[in-house]
């Protein structure tokens, strides 16, 4: 997990930014009020990452991060929809790269979260037909930020 923090740290400025430029537009659109960051232990140490979530002023949270399954590094953003209360539970696309070969995939990710810690499934499909190994289950612990999960 070591060599995935520049590239997660890049996702999420990246997706700040992006925020942020579209919420220039539109002086009354919504703003970034609240992030965490929750690293992710997946299938009890077969894979790990990343996934922050991103709280804007009209409610709507979206996910980004990474997966690492070994050689496969799986960036990652959903959609509104990521978070509400204690659950859990949305969709992502991404292109993963496995060595020189890349793959778009989809991600499902479901669980509950409170008091700093997490757990779930996930699903991960990739267009190339790439399996993983890891078994289904990710658990997390909240490393920075509130105001998004109890």
Known sequence: MGRMAPFAAFVMTAALCLVAASCGDDPGGPKVVATEVWAVDIGSGQGGGEFTFIRQSNGAVTAVGEFVFGEILCPFSSGPGAVSDSTISFMATGIATKNTVSSAFTLTVD????????????????????????PPDWFATRTSGSGITP
Request: aromatic content about 12%; proline content about 0%.
């Open 111 to 134: 669980g509950r979260a409170g008091g700093g810690a997490a757990s779930g499934t996930y699903s991960i499909v990739f267009a190339e037909g790439w399996t993983t190994g890891a």
